[in-house]
């Protein structure tokens, strides 16, 4: 078997574009859906919850575009009970958007297109600080922590579950949760499935062709990132923030970067991997030019038809 349009779609995402908030978007829903339509994704990332509309809005925009919903982010302080506890009408929430845009995805009894809730943490400062460094043990998630924080990642993985819907988790460079170490333990403590994400996990200090090999089938979704590991190196050096690092093309498109995707795509083809590939080359949330994102966002969907992903 080998990935393509009946194993795979491929989605793009709003934070290529900057958009992590609500607050004055670089592009309007309806031109961002119709470019990347034009471009050949067949679909998007909620970003936002909100901003690609809800409900019936989120449901007649995405048929009217011809996009499916291959899932989004949601953010929850698991090593906080209060905040945590607080945190779960903003899940509740994501899920009403994802279990409406599972209609148009036409996912029936088979989940593998279906919209994929992304559990991820909320920015740890001190490891925003210092992405991708080594951090002392208070830095980090403390031993004693650990039971508890997986203990409410799986109540946020079977509140998803209850609603129909597939989570995964979302290692990410400067949070709890950041290196591949720290996911496989996650894992072992929870049932829930992983996103794979190639840029992060390398700029982690990870091997994005190993994992999947380790990973296997608890890998649900993917993340196709690229990441620029001269660029990381040099922002850590400089002392700048996961901000900075993004700023200066630490995820540069895909193709483009020290990942090596085509091995990753082909060890996917290995483990029988079908579901989304999201597109991800993050965005700051200022200053940006729409026009040469959506030039990259083209040319990233033309390297993935150039490897055989048409």
Known sequence: MSLNSQSVRIANAPCNFGIYSLDSPIVDPDTLLAELSAAGYTGIDSGPIGYL???SDLVERLARHGMQLAGGWVDLRYGDADGFAA????????????????QVNSAGDDDRFAPRPTLACPANPIRFAAPGVPVADDAALPESAWTAFADRVQQAADRCRARGLEP???????TDIETGDEADRLLALTDIS?????????????????????????????HVKDADRLVHHRVR??????????????????????????AVLAELTEIGYTGWLVVE??????????????????????QLAAWGLR
Not at 168 to 174: A, P, Q, R
Not at 194 to 212: E, R, S, Y
Not at 284 to 299: F, K, V, W
Request: hydrophobic share 45%.
């Open 168 to 174: 995964v988790f979302h290692y990410h460079l400067g």
């Open 194 to 222: 992983i996103c794979l994400d190639t840029g992060h996990l390398t700029l982690a200090g990870g091997d994005a062709v190993a994992a999947v090999r380790h990973w296997g089938p608890r890998i649900k979704q993917v």
């Open 237 to 262: 050096e400089e002392g700048a923030d996961l901000s900075a690092m993004v700023r200066a093309g630490g995820f540069p498109a895909i193709g483009q970067g020290d990942v090596d995707l085509p």
């Open 87 to 102: 945190d779960l009408s903003n899940l509740d929430a994501a899920l009403d958007v994802f279990a409406a845009a599972a």
């Open 281 to 302: 080359q993050d965005a700051p949330g200022t200053g940006q030019d729409l026009d040469r994102i959506l030039a990259d966002q083209r040319a990233n969907r033309a």
């Open 53 to 55: 509309g809800t409900g």
